[in-house]
Nanobody, 125 residues
Framework: QVQLMETGGGSVQTGGSLRLSCAASGYSISNKYMGWFRQAPGKEREGVASIYTGNSGTYYHNSVKGRFTISQDSAEKTVYLQMDSLKPEDTAMYFC??????????????????WGQGTQVTVSS
């Protein structure tokens, strides 16, 4: 059974940093497309970052470029999201996702097959 477990969320002030982790069990993340998404109350889920674990290629939403970094440790079956210079508008539930498809780097929810339960990030001004 595939499980993705997100950890590392919390509450920080504007300008602070958090590092989210997504640990996979029952699933190899080698040569897979992995993504981080977020959903704020009353808003649709949006993709923020994607990585191809085969070559560590990455793709980011414009709103997080230069502030967020997605990375991976395939041996540990873990994907990370380093979030720096956080803003109140980054407040959301953050989800990890994994894809068995070969669509390429994508920030579309439909490109992903497996999802974690999410971890809350709250940024106060």
């Amino acid at each position: 059974q595939v499980q993705l477990m997100e950890t590392g969320g919390g509450s920080v002030q504007t300008g602070g940093s958090l590092r989210l982790s997504c640990a996979a069990s029952g699933y190899s993340i080698s040569n897979k497309y992995m993504g981080w998404f977020r959903q704020a109350p009353g808003k649709e889920r949006e993709g923020v970052a994607s990585i191809y674990t085969g070559n560590s290629g990455t793709y980011y939403h414009n709103s997080v470029k230069g502030r967020f970094t997605i990375s991976q440790d395939s041996a540990e079956k873990t994907v990370y999201l380093q979030m720096d210079s956080l803003k109140p508008e980054d407040t959301a539930m953050y989800f990890c996702a994994a894809s068995d498809k070969k669509y390429g780097l994508s920030l579309e929810s439909s490109a992903y097959d497996y999802w974690g339960q999410g971890t809350q990030v709250t940024v106060s001004s």
